[in-house]
Structures are given as structure tokens and as C-alpha cells.
């Protein structure tokens, strides 16, 4: 029996989080504190918000998933409008798949 692709697979309840993007503070609190507590915790987490995807919250695990583009692809990407209706765009990274 083979493992369930990792799509389909539940996502740990520690590594959910309730972060917005686009508003990560209430209005009149520091966005700042928010984002240090995100840093605190794993170094990759999940928010539902904006369609949902995982946040690396670390640089070092910021910086090894730039470094390997065969495990983390940026073909399509995920672009949220000024109305924060997201949209997916599929591109070819061409010669910027390297870098």
C-alpha cells in the first residue's frame, strides 16, 4: 500500500494557523509582534486564509526552498487582487528556474 500523495494528506493541527497576509494585525496593533510570534513557532506553517497555503517562516528554510526548485515549484502561483479575490496564474520559470 502506498502513501497518500501529500495534497491529500491532513495537515497537523500544530502547524495551522489563523494568518492573514494581507491583514496580519487588527487595525491600530503592531503587525510586527504578530509576524515574531509566527517566527517563534515551526518553521513552516499552513493558514487557511486567501485560499490557503503554507508560510516558511524561518530564512533558513526560506533560503533551501529557493534552492530546490525540484520539490518546490513556483509554476503556478497564487495572486490575490486588491478585492482579495484569488486568482492562479501558471507561467514557465524558462531561465529564472535556476536561480
Not at 6 to 25: G, K, S, T, W, Y
Not at 46 to 68: F, L, M, R, S, Y
Request: no cysteine.
Amino acid at each position: 500500500m502506498s502513501a497518500k500523495p501529500a495534497a491529500e494528506r491532513p495537515i497537523p493541527q500544530h502547524l495551522v494557523v489563523d494568518f492573514d497576509a494581507f491583514r496580519p494585525a487588527e487595525p491600530g496593533s503592531d503587525p510586527y509582534l504578530v509576524l515574531q510570534k509566527l517566527q517563534q513557532g515551526p518553521e513552516i506553517v499552513w493558514t487557511p486564509h486567501n485560499g490557503g497555503h503554507w508560510i516558511a517562516t524561518q530564512g533558513q528554510t526560506v533560503k533551501a526552498i529557493i534552492e530546490d526548485p525540484d520539490r518546490f515549484s513556483s509554476s503556478s502561483i497564487l495572486i490575490a487582487t486588491l478585492w482579495y479575490r484569488p486568482s492562479t496564474i501558471r507561467h514557465s520559470m524558462g531561465r529564472f528556474a535556476s536561480l
